[in-house]
């Protein structure tokens, strides 16, 4: 568990500010290229992860943990 975790998420969360948008005003090809940026967006979040966690594995080992 990190430290970060317990904190507050931010006032200007663009996640949160996401999940609040009004959906209603877009086409569907708006919409669609909306699924496509956000999936987009999921794969460079999983990419990250995927860093962090094999460089901590890779300190870990450093450092006989």
Not at 19 to 44: C, Y
Request: aromatic share 4%; net charge negative; proline share 3%.
């Amino acid at each position: 568990m990190d430290a970060d975790e317990n904190l507050p998420r931010r006032k200007d969360d663009l996640a949160e500010q996401l999940g609040k948008q009004d959906l209603d005003p877009l086409s569907v090809d708006e919409l669609n290229e909306r699924i496509r940026l956000l999936e987009a967006e999921i794969a460079r979040a999983r990419a990250k992860i995927q860093y962090a966690v094999n460089h901590r594995a890779s300190a870990d080992a450093l450092f006989k943990r």
